[in-house]
């Protein structure tokens, strides 16, 4: 049974990167999950379901952090779906759900955007450029083709291969320009030996351009850069929402936890009362 599950395993990958349109590290995230959690849960053949019971795997993964093994569990609650969906009747055992905290984004000021720019070559630049002013995924920036760039648009296809157009600043844009003049790119925006640039290219570039000026910085903080100062500057979360590509308003909302709690700070030192009893 175990050997017919893993060949259904392959399948799910297959149809997640297909039909869904995930990202490698996240298929890479999924295969890891599904695989381990194969290796250790219990497997029994019910007169009219399968039935897996998690609970070998749940005691195996016990000292991870909660958000950790939400992730894990969400995969095979994926997996075990698509099996019901393609002719399995599967049933999962001890399938808990984790609660976990949502936490807060940690975005780069705009200074230090700024202040690590000023040492970069024009393609380090670029790369990010594009994440900070149109608050990509890297798999998104990764997959950008030359066609997708219009005048003042950005066309990204994000997570389930769902397309949305995002307003491209006219330095943006200029930069993008010459940038293609020095460029052998002939598809992509950012290309390597006549294919795309990987992501892990993608995001060694931002690693090395805010090292420079002693930040550890990820692809991911210059997304929550950008809706950050969207609506801390007034921006309606509907707006943010559908330019993030977020399937769910609860995610964006997230981000307005976080402005406010700037705001909180700012009001902390500024307004005059608020050292009073110091």
Not at 110 to 133: F, G, K, S
Not at 235 to 240: F, H, K, L, R, S
């Amino acid at each position: 049974m175990k050997k017919l599950l893993d060949r259904q395993r392959i399948a799910f990958l297959e149809f997640l990167e297909s039909f869904k349109g995930y990202s490698d590290l996240t298929l890479e995230s999924y295969d890891a999950s599904i695989k381990e959690a194969l290796a250790c849960i219990e497997i029994v053949q019910e007169e009219e379901h399968l039935l897996l019971n998690l609970m070998p795997y749940r005691i195996k993964i016990a000292h991870l952090n909660a958000k950790t093994i939400s992730k894990k569990l969400s995969a095979i609650r994926s997996f075990v779906e698509y099996l019901n969906d393609n002719g399995f009747f599967v049933v999962l055992k001890a399938d808990s759900s984790v609660k976990i905290a949502k936490t807060l984004p940690k975005p780069i000021s705009h200074e230090h955007i700024m202040q690590a720019l000023e040492h970069t070559q024009i393609e380090e630049r670029l790369v990010v450029l594009m994440l900070y002013t149109l608050g990509l995924r890297i798999s998104e920036l990764a997959n950008i083709k030359i066609s997708d760039i219009s005048a003042e648009w950005v066309r990204v296809i994000g997570k389930g291969n769902k397309q949305r157009d995002i307003p491209l600043l006219a330095s943006t844009k200029a930069l993008i320009e010459s940038y293609l003049q020095s460029s052998t790119a002939k598809k992509f925006l950012f290309e390597k030996n006549r294919g795309k640039l990987s992501e892990n290219s993608l995001r060694y570039i931002v690693t090395k351009v805010f090292e420079r000026v002693a930040l550890k910085v990820t692809p991911h903080q210059l997304r929550h850069s950008y809706a950050t100062a969207l609506l801390n500057s007034g921006a309606p979360i509907v707006d943010v929402s559908e330019l993030l590509g977020h399937s769910s308003m609860a995610t964006t909302q997230i981000y307005t936890k976080l402005g406010s709690a700037l705001k909180q700070q700012n009001y902390n030192k500024a307004h005059p009362l608020c050292g009073a009893g110091e």
